[in-house]
């Protein structure tokens, strides 16, 4: 079965990579910065990435942070996972924060983060003045034990 789409990439920056998979079956493409920049502890910063994209129909493009990142430096996405949607022709950008106790360097060509591709259903919108009961009802946080 193929489950092959095309996702169009132009470069905006002449610094920029392309992103690319590191593993055959890998879901997410690693995303290369085109900045050089200190991230001090407890800061954030827009990372750009020198590319724009056009997202195929009905999808939309997540940025995730990259887990080596995290584990090693304390480094992750703000908004994590960051939404581009299909419209979006912007350059991609990847606000990264620095949870450590240490100052960050971002360098040119450095993997930041990870974007994946995925489906995005089309939903009606109905206001209702009632909803169907279900089993968990209006339990919420914590509402399972700890």
Do not use: W
Request: hydrophobic share 35%; net charge neutral; aromatic share 4%.
């Amino acid at each position: 079965m193929n489950n092959s789409i095309t996702l169009k990439i132009k470069k905006v920056n002449p610094d920029a990579i392309i992103p690319q998979f590191a593993h055959e079956g890998d879901a997410g493409m690693d995303l290369f910065s085109v900045d050089d920049l200190d991230i001090n502890p407890g800061e954030c910063k827009l990372i750009k990435t020198g590319i724009t994209i056009e997202l195929p129909r009905n999808t939309e493009a997540q940025v995730r942070p990259r887990s080596g990142l995290a584990l090693k430096h304390q480094i992750t996405v703000l908004n994590t996972p960051g939404t581009i949607d299909e419209g979006y022709r912007g350059e991609i950008g990847v606000i990264l924060i620095n949870h450590g106790k240490e100052s960050f360097s971002v360098k040119k060509g450095m993997k930041i983060a990870q974007m994946v591709i995925k489906p995005v259903l089309t939903v009606k919108i109905q206001e209702v003045q009632e909803l169907t009961d279900s089993e968990r009802g209006t339990g919420g946080f914590g509402s399972t034990g700890f």
